[in-house]
């Protein structure tokens, strides 16, 4: 795995007006909850994050969320669902994440004493209501204050000692953190998280925090931080919080990278393309790795091959590999390289809407429609269709796929992934440069159909759904007589 520095090699369906803001300028100076005010990423309707099970799975197993959740707080797993409902779209922005989980996973041991532990019991300190002193007040009604609470409000001055050693905590183990030296190296995203927490540790009351652990003996010392923390502090110490978990969230996707053996992908330059060897599904053990290229001057993949050999797999694999491309961690693959793009689509798991008076039929053909109107709108389009039209007649379905196709070839800055089963339509494709024929295929033996979901070149000829019924014996049981 390449993580020595960077390798060399909820929209909806409906017409969206939101516009794209720029990134401020001076956008490496700002942490990413800054950065994503008024940003518009990459684009990923509702019926795409459901193919791609990004956040759940019709099987009720792990998203692609889960299997990238490494976060070790609450408010880290929250902004990593953030991340995630919308990665960057542009490859500066990638490259700078990219930056920093190359960094993260060759310096790991930095990152281990991040004093996340007890920041959900800061949260809740800061959050409570409890009786405490006016900083403003004199001497005099300071001590008088303290005395009554200490002696007659027992429970308000436990929480405060819990919430003042909690607080302190965090503080000494930022002070430590952000003293290691080899932090110095930091890149990318990093640079800002770490620059502004230094800043924050130079905040005059902050001086006030102990070196040693507050350990509740001093009632005078306990007031005096429950003072500073919760009317000085507040916000500064929330914001300490909050970068906390930034670094938490990106420290999960550096864990994620390495603990599934992920490459950090290459960001080309020039046209849309897309370029992949030994690529694979996360999901699935001792997976096959297959090949991918898509560019230009062949914008269209056209995938046959029968049941069961692996062509929905394949396609699901290509999505996940760009999705997780855009958010800047690594990929399942040998190799990976693209080129940015503002939408992805999927349509391989769609359903009527019998409330809505929506077929199945009509299901596709919105899906289609949304990816058209993206395309329409100027913006550049990844789409992946296995099967479309298969909701209605086979005349229908192959003059909608090839009339779709053959439009699909002109549409420059984009590319499509087209599954069919209709391997007629090739004959009508022949001269379509623009378009890639591979396929997946079954082998044929003496007992039953095996597959080494391999793609190779070319259109599949296999017709096997009389063969599979055969395997399954659906005609030996309608064959048999009724007393039998």
């Not at 408010?75 to 922005?93: D, I, N, T, V, Y």
């Amino acid at each position: 795995m390449r993580l020595a520095g960077l390798p060399t090699a909820k929209e909806s369906s409906r017409k969206t007006n939101l516009g794209r803001r720029s990134l401020a300028v001076d956008k490496e100076t700002q942490p990413l909850d800054k950065l994503r005010e008024g940003y518009i990423g990459l684009i990923l309707d509702f019926d795409t994050q459901k193919d791609l099970e990004i956040f759940d799975t019709e099987s009720g197993g792990k998203s692609l969320y889960d299997y990238c959740n490494f976060t070790r707080t609450r408010g880290g797993s929250k902004l990593l669902r953030k991340r995630m409902e919308l990665p960057w779209c542009e490859a500066k922005s990638i490259r700078s994440t990219q930056e920093s989980i190359a960094f993260i996973c060759n310096n790991r041991e930095l990152f281990e004493n991040l004093p996340v532990y007890i920041t959900q019991n800061v949260e809740a300190y800061l959050r409570e209501v409890l009786l405490g002193v006016d900083i403003s007040k004199t001497r005099i009604e300071f001590a008088l204050k303290a005395i009554n609470i200490y002696f007659n409000h027992d429970r308000h001055y436990r929480s405060m000692v819990r919430g003042v050693q909690y607080t302190s905590s965090v503080i000494r183990g930022l002070r430590e953190f952000v003293a290691q030296p080899d932090l110095k190296d930091a890149r990318g995203e990093l640079l800002p998280l770490l620059s502004e927490l230094k800043e924050l540790l130079c905040h005059p009351w902050v001086g006030e925090v102990p070196e040693e652990r507050v350990t509740g003996t001093s009632p005078r010392q306990t007031f005096r931080l429950d003072q500073v923390f919760r009317q000085q502090g507040r916000e500064v110490i929330l914001r300490f919080l909050q970068l906390l978990y930034e670094i938490d969230a990106l420290v999960s996707l550096a864990d994620a990278t390495t603990n599934h053996g992920f490459v950090i992908p290459e960001l080309l330059q020039g046209d849309i393309r897309i370029e992949a060897e030994g690529l694979v599904h996360p999901f699935l053990e001792d997976a096959i790795p297959n090949a991918v290229e898509l560019n230009q001057q062949q914008r269209v993949l056209f995938l046959t091959g029968p049941n069961m050999a692996g062509k929905t797999t394949y396609l699901r694999a290509v999505g996940i590999a760009l999705y997780l491309g855009h958010l800047g961690m690594g990929v399942p693959a040998e190799r990976f390289g693209f080129v940015p793009v503002e939408r992805l689509y999927s349509s391989i798991s769609l359903s009527d809407d019998l409330h809505a008076g929506i077929s199945y039929f009509r299901a596709e053909a919105l899906r289609v429609r949304a990816v058209a109107e993206s395309i329409s709108e100027g913006h550049s389009v990844v789409a992946v269709m296995d099967e479309p039209f298969k909701g209605t007649n086979v005349k229908d379905a192959f003059d909608a796929s090839l009339a779709v196709l053959k439009r699909f070839t002109k549409k420059e800055g984009c590319l499509f992934l087209f599954s069919s089963h209709l391997i007629e339509l090739d004959e009508q494709l022949d001269g379509a440069e623009q378009i890639v024929r591979h396929h997946f295929e079954a082998q044929d033996g003496r007992d039953k159909l095996t597959f080494d979901y391999k793609l190779r070149p070319g259109v599949s000829n296999q017709r096997l759904g009389v063969r599979i019924l055969e395997e399954e014996g659906v005609f030996s049981l309608l064959d048999k007589k009724g007393s039998e």
